[in-house]
């Protein structure tokens, strides 16, 4: 087994009930390999909604909340609010935040509370067998469009950056050292900190999603289908942006607004 | 060098090290491992050049890439 | 941490609506963290949580729906901070799916339903006492649940410390089910200083024993059902009936540490008023009456009652009734259902009469528990609360007596 797996997962819960090829266990890797580096594990808790994705802290050695469909922002706002002094990572789909979860999703946004979202997008409701999510493109085949997807997809990071979030990245599974970097500085960040991370389905979205069930060919698609912006360049228009979109360092992080404004009119003492 | 092996009760299966290496260290296999799958088999280890790509982009954390000084 | 009446140690006496005494309580049961969304009647709460929670040192915020607030103060007393919540009976209902979830991993919390007219927005100004079937079973799923109906403005302050109490020992939510007449009236209470420590539940009356977060101990909370270390086991048949045995007798075996019932006038007693909450206020009255219990109060009171009204009411309270052997069980815990000590209250006892301010709810349980009795609901809709008058009308044409 892999030393760095073996460090922070429980073992005993091994297999996890990811599929195989399944890319949260990429998602899954390249956040321990961040907290590694960053050497935080005893400053760190994980807080995850319900979905594929929201297993993905629930194998780690830490303090983890999994909690309901599209709640773990909320839970995770009550518990910085409760220990600003740590750092609470959220997990949670495109599914689970874009829908059930869009409203806490936006207004945590808005508040630009120190949080590290990391919303794993995999177009589709895989836990449930397959029906399409917000994020599903349009002409999807999946159980619950099957004349093709008629929705405009929603863009989550794009959201995210309206709505006020001060740190936002999109990668992909077949990124992952970029992908680690990006958690690094989403848990650095003192801010809203939103990670997309576009991760394969093979199983459920594989054939209605992307036309392909291989994983492997998954994400060859998402290497050749996204691009990241350089200065000067070409915008393709068939590709997703990817890479870090939005880094706001001077935004005024929620928490430190508000113990300024009680501190200035002397309601805390000390 | 290095020395690379994979845990037989993680893998299952899935083949995406096969592509991952970009050495192709990593080739279809007749082994089983626990999940009942086929596991990959390592061949040329001795061209491993430690990227450790293979571990990252295992999802199932059955890689381990040890360096060898030998 | 400092404390802005520090110095005030004694207990003081103050003039306080039911809302203000309720914040003012949670505080002083060590509460350190308040999420809410504002919702008629219950809004007054959230008010003073907005400014005394940080005067206290704690943590506050106003969430974007209900939803929130009920998450959020789950995830805070994981962090740590004992947290409560307040609302009514819409905001009430949204909050089930979380109440399940701090059920089933036992997080102490406490949420206030200050009832309204419903359902549906219904009477956002006046009272009822409709929700008493919902803090019971609003969630889906088999669950027991403590449920405190306060009846004054002091039973506010006192049973909302009573609740972080229980909801500690007991690593349950509870629910504080008051109602606009109880949350809005004004009276002269006995308020606490300073903070009281209240520690967490000890180690039998927990299923799945787990420490606060950051603590080393790698706690895992988890909605599913899970085993002491949160590792699922919702697939496996046996142990889930296991775990949801354990979750309900917890509560249902403990009922005797939890039952607080009182009764008054109940010497001799054939007939009785069993209620609960802002109803046992008129309650009293009535019994007092039928008893001709006179005191100061109630002669002025019907002085003027006399003096404005000169027809009917006058002879009723004229009368003397004293003869008429009529008691009071006030129900405080409405949930867990106190069966065995209402057996035991009512012992002697003929006729019930439960009067609600709801369809008719509550009765069902206090006639399934006193079979051999004949229990009589007495429902009221619409908002007002019943009149001493109309009780003891009541008890009157019960009790064949002739007006």
């Known amino acids: 087994m892999n030393r760095l797996y073996k460090k922070y997962v429980k073992t005993d819960t091994l297999p996890t009930l990811f599929c195989p090829g399944c890319g949260n266990g990429i998602v899954q890797y390249a956040t321990i390999k961040a907290i590694d580096a960053l050497n935080i594990k005893e400053e760190i808790a994980c807080v995850s909604g319900i979905g594929c994705s929201s297993w993905i802290p629930c194998y780690l050695k830490l303090d983890i909340m999994h909690t309901m469909h599209g709640r773990a922002i909320a839970f995770a706002e009550g518990l910085k609010l409760a220990r600003p002094d740590k750092k609470i990572m959220v997990f949670t789909g495109d599914g689970d935040c874009l829908a059930i979860g869009g409203n806490h999703f936006l207004h945590a946004c808005a508040r630009n509370i120190d949080l590290t979202v990391i919303m794993v997008n995999n177009y589709i409701y895989g836990m449930t067998g397959g029906q399409k999510s917000p994020a599903t493109p349009e002409g999807s085949r999946t159980k619950t469009s099957p004349f093709g997807s008629m929705d405009e997809a929603l863009d989550g990071s794009a959201l995210a950056m309206a709505m006020g979030a001060s740190y936002v990245a999109r990668w992909t599974t077949a990124h992952p050292v970029q992908l680690e970097k990006a958690i690094k500085e989403g848990l650095e960040h003192k801010g809203f900190s939103f990670i997309e991370v576009l991760c394969q389905c093979p199983v459920q979205a594989g054939k209605g999603v992307y036309g392909e069930k291989d994983p492997a060919a998954i994400m060859k698609m998402y290497r050749q289908k996204t691009y990241e912006y350089k200065e000067g360049m070409e915008i393709p228009e068939d590709k997703i942006r990817i890479g870090t979109l939005k880094h706001d360092k001077a935004a005024r992080e929620y928490i430190e607004k508000i113990e300024e404004k009680l501190a200035e009119q002397s309601v805390r003492k000390g | 060098m290095a020395n690379i092996t994979i845990d037989r009760a993680c893998c299952k299966g899935c083949d995406i090290c096969l592509s991952a290496c970009s050495k192709k260290i990593f080739v279809r296999g007749k082994k089983r491992n626990n999940y009942g799958t086929n596991m990959p088999d390592v061949i040329n280890p001795e061209s491993c050049v430690l990227c450790r790509m293979c571990e990252r982009m295992c999802p199932d954390g059955a890689i381990d890439v040890e360096e060898n000084d030998n | 941490m400092e404390f802005k009446s520090e110095g005030l140690r004694k207990p003081k006496q103050l003039v306080l609506q039911g809302n203000e005494a309720c914040s003012k309580a949670a505080i002083y049961a060590g509460c350190r963290f308040f999420a809410g969304y504002p919702i008629t009647p219950s809004t007054e709460i959230i008010e003073l949580m907005s400014s005394e929670m940080y005067e206290a040192g704690g943590s506050f915020i106003q969430m974007e729906d209900e939803i929130g607030s009920a998450c959020a103060i789950i995830g805070a007393r994981w962090g740590g901070k004992k947290a409560m919540t307040a609302t009514s009976g819409p905001g009430y209902t949204l909050m089930q799916e979380a109440i399940g979830f701090a059920v089933v991993t036992e997080t102490p919390v406490v949420i206030v339903n200050v009832q309204r007219g419903g359902p549906s927005t219904g009477q956002p100004t006046l009272s009822s006492q409709q929700d008493i079937y919902q803090t019971r079973y609003g969630s889906h799923g088999d669950y027991e649940i403590i449920v405190l109906a306060p ?182 815990t409405v949930w867990p259902f106190p069966e065995d000590a209402l057996d035991e209250i009512a012992k002697e006892v003929k006729l019930v009469i439960v009067p609600e301010m709801n369809v008719g709810k509550y009765y069902r349980e206090v006639e399934r528990v006193l079979k051999s009795k004949k229990v009589i609901s007495m429902p009221k809709c619409g908002g007002d609360i019943h009149t001493p008058k109309e009780m003891l009308d009541r008890i009157l044409k019960e009790a064949g007596v002739n007006e």
């Open chain 3, 151 to 332: 009846s004054s403005v002091q039973e506010m302050y006192d049973f909302t410390v009573r609740a972080f109490e229980l909801s500690e020992r007991f690593r349950t939510p509870v629910i504080l089910l008051a109602d606009e007449i109880v949350g809005h009236m004004r009276e002269k209470i006995t308020v606490e200083s300073g903070s009281k420590i209240i520690s967490g539940g000890k180690k039998g009356y927990v299923v799945s024993p787990q420490t606060d977060f950051f603590q080393g101990n790698n706690t895992m909370v988890e909605g599913q059902f899970h085993d002491e270390y949160g590792r699922r086991i919702g697939h496996i048949a046996q142990k889930s009936g296991d775990f949801i045995q354990k979750i309900n007798y917890k509560i249902k075996f403990n009922i005797d540490h939890i039952t607080d019932i009182e009764s008054f006038y109940m010497d001799g007693a054939d007939i009785a008023i069993v209620t609960y909450g802002s109803v046992v206020r008129p309650a009293m009255n009535a019994i007092k009456l039928a008893r001709g219990i006179k005191d100061e109060r109630t002669k002025t009171k019907f002085k003027i009652v006399k003096d404005l009204f000169k027809k009917g009411l006058p002879e009723t309270f004229n009368t003397d009734y004293s003869h008429l052997k009529v008691g009071l069980i006030k129900i405080n």
